[in-house]
């Protein structure tokens, strides 16, 4: 038998918050905070446009994380972001065993820094340079174990890579392990930084914002990147009643496909997205939409294809249904990004309103959704999708709905 | 496409395809052999001084497939489409046949981009961005080899990379699995691939892992470090009534699969036993029924003993009686790959009813275990694969070759 998800605690990390109530807030104003990276630059390039977080001092870490030299950007995002889950769900109430609680980390890029830094040393030290913590260090796993450790989780603890589905992923991995009754709740979600492997990457692509990114206007010219991460809690909705746990919302299923398109650009007629997306309602029996967060990438690509996909699975009622990117508020941060969406499905269930995609001011006839422009809007939610596609073509949607 | 009542969709997960590539060959009739006869492949390094290392010579990628765009994947990216291509054949399934939107993929890579990002990383240090190599940066990520191998195959129903370490494609096999279960596809392939990478080599030199050709021993007395090896291998898993309707004989089934954590080392045995526990539990096994332990000790001192003490608790009085066989003693620490390959030496041995002695053990470290040292005759039954990662990932999968889970 079944049994029914539900999201118990969030925490997140972004340029536009770092507690949900602000976050929200912030959000629903339609506000953009891509700005120029003071703390961050890459080799033979302009002032680099991106969306940082700024931690307040409480979540900075000490030299070494549980004995183990984990300083990076990377790890110090996920601690605090999934320290305001936990603390938000109560986890450590006691009321949960946590020998059955495990944790799915995503990310794109993960520790990339750790490379960097030994590129960095590389060139004047040749082989030298590589020292012995340099294994542990640029392991992704290291990531979800650091966490896994600070809050005693004894279950799963894995780490899912499908780029910039990557959140989305470990979310739908978490929901398997807690709907089948592998663990008692899963901590799930990602964290990404600010990569020069990426935005030289994209430089050299052409899909990087000129400026700063625009989902799904007429003007928009590519991806403007943000750094940030966000975790969820999910548990058997009976065992979180029974333990008076406030239940944000309920995670209803989930729908996966891979694109097998190309290694980098997304299929022009969105077949991928749409078959995750159908794949999605159809195992939740879901027959109306209220809200779609989108994958709004603002590449002229990834948001054509996305428009294409949305039309072919809602047909004329598309029009109907408020879609936005929160991609021009926050950036685009990879493999947080679908967690931090997932979030703000939540809070849209929570609130009954969607938040507005920023930047967005001039419709293109390719894209001819509604996209919420300006502020938010108030309405009424009972479900949300969360789009994600990745760089690769891993699509994941997920199914957000008011509990029961 | 998938079933809308998961319910209905047969628990039976088999295997009905096995590919490998390993210096000890590339068929599992070559390899088995080699295992019987307590061969091994590892060698002392070129590179570097008082290593041990286990590679594939002369590995060419055309000889297996003909894949567009291969050149410019990395080692490990070309050995994972191989051993898929092999997998495929031996399943009797030809990819143009193959409904794409039943096909999915989990690959099992920690460190599989690696090289790749360190030379585009170092590239944008020596040459500058605008020349580096542009084909390198999406190669460069994570999910890369995974995601070209889909290309590769176009499997469009998933492609999924788990990273946890050594424990990765023990963990891979459990997900593939379950996504059969919940119809999210009627084929899933898992991968996992490892190549040479020289900084993860010179770093666990430098952490004191690694040790000699010579000195290279698993679960033995004197056991001072591991090797790293080089190996790929993929299995094609089916629902059981799917590879029966096509006339294919599963050559295993999955029986159960669980993950645990221990949040430091002094943990990894009680975390493995629980895993241990957990898979017998899921698929309704007493520890006195597994015919095999097929172990992830890997030479490393501490982690040989937590291994061999978590499954000392996990048999308890079945200990003394249940074999233990341990492929990394033959082919070094292949990382991601390590538990496909024991779980392809667990099917091997439960079919042939012949299990392979632990290459070069002659003195047991932790005692109480039935310690494979020659070939052996066992039953065909169940089969139990152990897999830790050093960051805590521990994994456990049973396993059986006559369909009876």
Redesign the interface.
Known sequence: ??RHVVITGCGLVTAAGNDLDGFWATIMRGASFIRPLQQFA????DTLMGAAVELPSSDDLPTTV?SIAYRSRCTQLAIAAAGRAVSDAALASGAIGL?RA?IVFG????Q?RQ??D???H??REG?DS???????R?????L??VI??RH????????????CS?GN?SVA?AY?LVS?G?AEAMIAGGADTFS??IY??F???GALAKDVCRPFDRRRDGVSFGEGAAFLVLEEQEAARQRGARIYAELAGY??????????APDPNGD?VA?AMR?AL??T?TTMVDYVSAHGTGTPYNDVGEARAMKAVFGDRVRNIPISSIKSTIGHTNGAAGAIESIVCALALVHQAVPPTANFSEPDPDCDLDCVPGEGRPMRVDTCLNLAA?????NVCLVIKRPQ | MIRANAAEVDASIAVSGIGLLTPLGDTLGAFAEALYEGRHSVTNSQELAGVGESRIVDFDASRYATIRGMRVYNRTTRLGICAVKLALADALLETENLDANELGLVTASTFGHMDTLIEYDRSLVTVGPQQTNPVLMPLGIPSAPGAAIALAFGAKAFSITVATGGASSTDALGLGARMLQSGRANICIVVGASGYCQELSLSAQRAGMLTSADNFRVLDRRHAGTVFGEAAAAFVLERVSDARSRGATPKGVICAQASTFAPDPAGIESALCRACSEALRGARIAPSKLSLISSGASGLIESDRSEARAILATLRDAAERTPVCAVKANLGDTIEVAGLLQSLVAIHSLRSEMAPPISRLEEPDIPGLHYLMQKSDLDNGYALITSTSYTGACSALVLSANHGC
């Open positions: 038998m079944q890459c080799p033979e390039m549980d020998e495990g990310t794109t890029l993960g990339e490379v960097a030994l590129s960095e590389w060139v082989p590589v020292d012995s913590g340099f294994l542990r640029c392991d992704n796993h290291g979800a174990a896994a450790a005693g989780l004894g279950g799963p603890v894995l780490l899912s890579a499908t780029a990557s992923a991995m398997d089948s592998s020069r492997l030289c990457g430089r050299r692509m729908g996966i496909s891979n694109d097998a398109y190309h290694m980098t991928g078959r794949q159809e195992t029996s990745g760089f690769g073509g891993s």
